[in-house]
């Protein structure tokens, strides 16, 4: 009999750890970490007062105080001005443009929503030890304070990386993310109109390229990005109606990358095995691959149904014969220097 509650607790363990391995809790077992009350903490409370002191002598103020909900450690939430934190000295370094351009969309927002994690460092100094580019965002937008999460565990500070492993969104998720909230603004805000929205949008091509990737996940979009950002813009039509307008223009699209498909079947076919077999054909059936912008202009060199109707010629008429090793050599040394320049 032991030996068998002794098994039947082996597999209870086991299934209590496969189901913790894919982010499940196993059947009957209790939800982990601190109830509703035991999280609150009264913001006068012993167990935060240092840290409050440590804000009041750096110019800020107490917010509020909690229990982390796993760990059970104190936090404070507070105001903090912004020269009294600095990031950790180990921290990646800065990159401008980014802060220039997180702080261009927290100002669109007109919101900053993300509490810095703050830690005592060295000789009491207030040190943030993943907060580098929002920290920078707060001085470009002339922030005088700035809210942060304040923890007394110092050692969180060389922990934090372990804790950055939310995944950067793709072009995929992106598009799919931003025609998921486009559609659920036409719900609600139909009658609005799709530039209106623009800042949430982020940028038309994303909408087009959403209609696509929910009917083909696979859909190789990267390879036509470089088209609609030259020809795709926001509407100044209602959502509704824009909404279906794109309809349109994504399943056109489709239909051409079905002919794309098709001609690199072909090329595959008289022996060219080149991985940039795509971005080459597409390059050779983009109808403005050629136009260069001119500085404030924000005009498309041609309307988005023009240039599909072109780019849809082009593919019907393509000729697998014109096709080169030398050609397909200069596409590879194009691909590798747009890699360079985004790293």
Same mark, same amino acid.
């Given at each position: 009999?032991?030996?068998?509650?002794?098994?039947?607790?082996?597999?209870?363990?086991?299934? /209590?750890?496969?189901?913790?391995?894919?982010?499940? &809790?196993?059947?009957?077992? &209790?939800?982990?970490?601190?109830?509703?009350?035991?999280?609150?903490?009264?913001?006068?409370?012993?167990?935060?007062?240092?840290?409050?002191?440590?804000?009041? =002598?750096?110019?800020?103020?107490?917010?509020?105080?909690?229990?982390?909900?796993?760990? @059970?450690?104190?936090?404070?939430?507070?105001?903090?001005?912004?020269?009294?934190?600095?990031?950790?000295?180990?921290? %990646?370094?800065?990159?401008?443009?980014?802060?220039?351009?997180?702080?261009?969309?927290?100002?669109?927002?007109?919101?900053?929503?993300?509490?810095?994690?703050?830690?005592? @460092?060295?000789?009491?100094?207030?040190?943030?030890?993943? +907060? !580098?580019?929002?920290?920078?965002?707060?001085?470009?937008?002339?922030?005088?304070?700035?809210?942060?999460?304040?923890?007394?565990?110092?050692?969180?500070?060389? %922990?934090?990386?372990?804790?950055?492993?939310?995944?950067?969104?793709?072009?995929?998720?992106?598009?799919?993310?931003?025609?998921?909230?486009?559609?659920?603004?036409?719900? !609600?805000?139909?009658? $609005?109109? $799709?530039?209106?929205? /623009?800042?949430?949008? =982020?940028?038309?091509? &994303?909408?087009?390229?959403?209609?696509?990737? $929910?009917?083909?996940?696979?859909?190789?979009?990267?390879?036509?990005?470089?088209? &609609?950002?030259?020809?795709?813009?926001?509407? =100044?039509?209602?959502?509704?109606?824009?909404?279906?307008? !794109?309809?349109?223009?994504?399943?056109?699209?489709?239909?051409?990358? /079905? %002919?794309?498909?098709?001609?690199?079947?072909?090329? *595959?076919?008289?022996?060219?095995?080149?991985?940039?077999? !795509?971005?080459?054909?597409?390059?050779?059936?983009?109808?403005?691959?050629?136009?260069?912008?001119?500085?404030?202009?924000?005009?498309?060199?041609?309307?988005?149904?023009?240039?599909?109707?072109?780019?849809?010629?082009?593919?019907?008429?393509?000729?697998?014969?014109?096709?080169?090793?030398?050609?397909?050599?200069?596409?590879?040394?194009?691909?590798?220097? +747009?890699? *360079?320049?985004?790293?």
């Amino acid at each position: 009999m032991a030996t068998r509650s002794h098994s039947a607790a082996a597999r209870t363990r086991s299934a /209590a750890a496969r189901s913790a391995r894919r982010g499940r &809790l196993a059947p009957g077992r &209790l939800a982990r970490g601190l109830d509703a009350a035991e999280v609150a903490i009264a913001i006068d409370s012993p167990a935060v007062a240092p840290l409050a002191a440590l804000v009041r =002598e750096a110019g800020g103020a107490a917010i509020g105080a909690y229990h982390e909900p796993l760990g @059970g450690r104190t936090l404070l939430l507070a105001s903090l001005p912004l020269n009294a934190l600095q990031p950790t000295p180990f921290q %990646r370094d800065l990159s401008p443009t980014h802060a220039k351009r997180l702080a261009a969309k927290i100002d669109e927002t007109a919101a900053f929503l993300d509490p810095l994690i703050v830690v005592r @460092g060295e000789d009491g100094r207030l040190w943030t030890p993943n +907060g !580098r580019h929002r920290l920078a965002a707060g001085k470009v937008l002339g922030l005088k304070q700035i809210t942060a999460l304040i923890s007394p565990d110092e050692s969180l500070a060389y %922990r934090i990386l372990a804790l950055n492993t939310e995944k950067a969104h793709n072009l995929k998720d992106r598009s799919l993310e931003v025609i998921r909230m486009a559609r659920n603004l036409a719900k !609600r805000r139909g009658r $609005e109109r $799709e530039d209106a929205y /623009a800042a949430e949008f =982020e940028a038309a091509e &994303l909408l087009t390229l959403g209609i696509v990737y $929910e009917k083909s996940p696979r859909f190789a979009g990267g390879a036509y990005s470089a088209f &609609l950002k030259k020809v795709d813009r926001f509407s =100044e039509r209602t959502l509704a109606v824009s909404l279906r307008q !794109r309809e349109d223009h994504a399943a056109r699209l489709t239909e051409i990358d /079905a %002919r794309v498909k098709g001609i690199i079947a072909t090329l *595959q076919a008289r022996g060219f095995k080149s991985p940039y077999l !795509r971005n080459y054909v597409v390059a050779r059936i983009n109808p403005v691959r050629f136009h260069k912008a001119k500085k404030g202009d924000t005009q498309p060199p041609m309307p988005l149904a023009q240039a599909l109707t072109r780019m849809a010629a082009s593919a019907r008429n393509f000729n697998p014969g014109s096709v080169s090793n030398s050609d397909l050599a200069w596409v590879a040394v194009g691909a590798g220097a +747009g890699d *360079q320049g985004s790293g």
